[in-house]
């Protein structure tokens, strides 16, 4: 049984992602997608928000759970829950340089290995800073995020940025 960690924050969930993770399904038995939070970073979303859509949008799917990261090293993360390997999508040479350190780093500290996966042309150019700004500004995302992410997006959030 192979199981993998599929991570990110996930602020919010995108057509991009969801690409990535259908793939890491076909590659393993058990996929975990892990939503994490930075404290050192703001979000639109809550982390409770971030599942809840992860969740609606995934959870119908066989072999995929949902999770919290919680706080701690990724790598323990996938320790703790028996993952031989965490999925990353790569979209350009950038995303590239900045994940190699942390795969070697993720490997050195529990063995743990990374699988990179490169983004589809269809979805390269989607990331969720890129889609919030264009909601901002009143552009048509629901193109590019699932049904229940369009809704939180467009939905009026008073108090939020
Ligand atoms: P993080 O905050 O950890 O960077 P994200 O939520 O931004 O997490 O992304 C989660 C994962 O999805 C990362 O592996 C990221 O590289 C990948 N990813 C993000 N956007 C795309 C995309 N458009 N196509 C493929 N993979 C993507």
Known sequence: MRRAVCPGSFDPLHNGHLEII?????????????????????????LEERLQMTRETLSALRGI??????????????RRHGADAIVRGVRTSAD?????????????????????????AAYVHLSSTLLKEVASLGGDISGFVPRSVYRRMTAPSPGRA
Not at 65 to 78: N, V, Y
Not at 96 to 120: C, I, K, Q, Y
């Open 65 to 78: 759970t949902i999770e919290a990261m919680g706080e701690g090293l990724l790598a323990e993360f996938c």
């Open 22 to 46: 259908a793939r890491a399904c076909n590659l393993f038995d058990e996929i975990i997608v892990a939503v994490s939070t930075n404290p050192a970073k703001s979000y639109r979303f809550t």
């Open 96 to 120: 590239f340089t900045f994940e190699v350190p942390m795969a070697t780093m993720n490997r050195h500290l529990t063995g743990v290995e990374t699988v990179f996966l490169a983004a589809d």
